[in-house]
């Protein structure tokens, strides 16, 4: 029933698949016996960690994106900025 209703509202399916089953309306089919509970949870807790690591990727992305709309880390980052300078113009200063 719910493979049929995916299909009708065009949403990819995932399916474990064991011989016993049409895989020809499944999308993404992982081969493995679905009867047995250590092989789905073996599977089924692989797919939430790969989830789970994808996702940390993405808040990095977010953060980086929302670092230049908060006032203070730009602050921070112009004082490190004008540290650097001030750093590089001391250096000249004791060459002369």
Known sequence: IAVHEAMKLNIPIVAMVDT???????????PSNDDAI?????ITS??????IEGRQGEDDVNEKT??????DKK??????IEDIADA?????????
Do not use: Y
Request: proline share 2%; net charge negative; glycine share 6%.
């Open 20 to 30: 016993n089953t049409d895989p020809d309306q499944i999308d993404v089919v992982i």
């Open 88 to 96: 590089v113009e001391g250096s000249n200063d004791s060459d002369k």
């Open 66 to 71: 929302f670092e230049g709309k908060d006032g």
């Open 75 to 80: 602050d921070k980052k112009e004082d490190s």
């Open 38 to 42: 250590r092989a789905v949870r073996l």
């Open 46 to 51: 692989k797919m939430a960690d790969a989830i």
